[in-house]
């Protein structure tokens, strides 16, 4: 069973940092890309940033809204991805969903809110 657990989020001012954390488990976690999405109140859900497989290269892509502000990074030793946010803005609250796509399904994370006031 394919599990996906973030944690990080929080409350933080705008300027500050947080770094998100998601552990898969029941999954070949070397071999798929992950992403991290997020979605603000009222809006629609947006792709903030992707990592590919260690076997692809694990190259990265980052949504426009957060280039040179977030990273993306993987740890494949505890089959965790991590989005490192910098720089943060009021715009970036939302909840950040940890996300991947195999051939047996789309899986997601619960979630984990973060909140950056102004």
């Known amino acids: 069973q394919v599990q996906l657990v973030e944690s990080g989020g929080g409350l933080v001012q705008a300027g500050g940092s947080l770094r998100l954390s998601c552990a898969a488990s029941g999954i070949d976690f070397r071999r798929i890309a992950m992403n991290w999405y997020r979605q603000a109140p009222g809006k629609q859900r947006e792709l903030v940033a992707s990592?590919?497989?260690?076997?692809?290269?694990?190259?990265?892509n980052y949504a426009d809204s957060v280039k040179g502000r977030f990273t993306i990074s993987r740890d494949n030793g505890k089959n965790t991805v991590y989005l490192q946010m910098n720089n943060l803005k009021p715009e970036d609250t939302g909840v950040y969903y940890c996300?991947?796509?195999?051939?047996?399904?789309?899986?997601w994370g619960q979630g984990t809110q973060v909140t950056v006031s102004s």
């Open positions: 990592i590919t497989s260690i076997v692809s290269g694990g190259s990265t």
């Open positions: 996300n991947t796509g195999t051939t047996s399904g789309n899986y």
